[in-house]
């Protein structure tokens, strides 16, 4: 399928087992419409695979022990 997610969403084609949003939910402002499109897909699993890891020189000057904060993620 080829086009807006929200769209092909809408669609009443748009029956599936599993969604996956791989790498997209921070690219839109649209997170409350995406969530309630997914469910209306009638899955019964949604994976939501998200992860801003900041550019080397954008790295915070602060020192942190947190174990939640990951920077230079190769993945």
């Known amino acids: 399928m080829c086009g807006s997610v929200?769209?092909?969403l809408?669609?009443?084609e748009s029956r599936f087992d599993m969604v996956l949003c791989l790498g997209f939910f921070y690219?839109?402002?649209r997170h409350a419409e995406l969530l309630?499109?997914?469910k209306g897909t009638g899955a019964t699993?949604?994976?939501i695979d998200?992860?801003?890891t900041p550019a080397v020189d954008q790295i915070p000057l602060?020192?942190?022990d947190d174990p939640r904060i990951v920077y230079r993620n190769p993945t």
């Open 27 to 29: 690219h839109t402002i």
């Open 10 to 12: 809408r669609s009443e």
């Open 6 to 8: 929200f769209d092909l």
């Open 50 to 52: 998200t992860e801003v």
């Open 45 to 47: 699993l949604v994976v």
């Open 36 to 38: 309630d499109l997914m």
């Open 62 to 64: 602060v020192s942190t």
